[in-house]
T-cell receptor, first 110, second 112 residues
Framework: DADVTQTPRNRITKTGKRIMLECSQT?????MYWYRQDPGLGLQLIYYSFDVKDINKGEISDGYSVSRQAQAKFSLSLESAIPNQTALYFC?????????FGPGTRLTVL | GIQVEQSPPDLILQEGANSTLRCNFSDSVNNLQWFHQNPWGQLINLFY?????KQNGRLSATTVATERYSLLYISSSQTTDSGVYFC??????????????WGLGTSLAVNP
């Protein structure tokens, strides 16, 4: 089984809808991250969490919120999706330095 | 902030050829990782290599931290090596704002 899983893997939604992307990990890591990737670019950090009680904004947090339900679970929400949030979203975990990525969620906002 | 530059931006190889990808960074780093993003979008960890040399099959990597660069070597390339190769670094001075800084990647196409 994969160490870092993301659901859904693909999602098409409409402008204004609320969307939740979920991430689970079995690596036992405290640190979890959400990134987005736009075509032709590297990854940009949305939010990160160093433990269940710690949530921090990344470089592009506007329009997003997160919830760290447990050590193993970190969810990303788009409260009111807009077309420029169409992107590939990755969840990652780390113990201290090396980060491990989930398979990604391809989100399209029409 | 720290800058990460990768070269070349694009590379086309014939199957069986060797290649070297480069990652330059502008400041001291605590962590450097190489990733392969396959054509389906999945990010695969290749190396965690803040310094020194590592090898894994046909791939190897060397980071010279004092000179602020890292090299990824691909030998006997195969069509499955196609995709984008990213270098990402983590600065030791970011405090609570620690994050990976990503290069723009090298897009590799290996032709049969």
């Amino acid at each position: 089984d994969a160490d870092v899983t993301q659901t859904p893997r693909n999602r098409i939604t409409k402008t204004g809808k609320r969307i939740m992307l979920e991430c689970s990990q079995t690596k036992g890591h405290d640190r979890m991250y959400w990134y987005r990737q736009d075509p032709g670019l590297g990854l940009q950090l949305i939010y990160y969490s160093f433990d269940v009680k710690d949530i921090n904004k990344g470089e592009i947090s506007d329009g997003y919120s997160v919830s760290r339900q447990a050590q193993a679970k970190f969810s990303l929400s788009l409260e009111s999706a807009i077309p420029n949030q169409t992107a590939l979203y990755f969840c990652a975990t780390s113990d201290f330095d090396e980060q491990f990525f989930g398979p990604g969620t391809r989100l399209t906002v029409l | 902030g720290i800058q990460v530059e990768q070269s070349p931006p694009d590379l086309i190889l014939q199957e069986g050829a060797n290649s070297t990808l480069r990652c330059n960074f502008s400041d001291s780093v605590n962590n450097l990782q190489w990733f392969h993003q396959n054509p389906w979008g999945q990010l695969i960890n290749l190396f965690y290599i803040p310094s020194g040399t590592k090898q894994n099959g046909r791939l190897s990597a060397t980071t010279v931290a004092t000179e602020r660069y890292s090299l990824l070597y691909i030998s006997s390339s195969q069509t499955t090596d196609s995709g984008v190769y990213f270098c990402a670094v983590d600065t030791p001075f970011a405090g609570n704002n620690r994050k990976l800084i990503w290069g723009l990647g090298t897009s590799l196409a290996v032709n049969p």
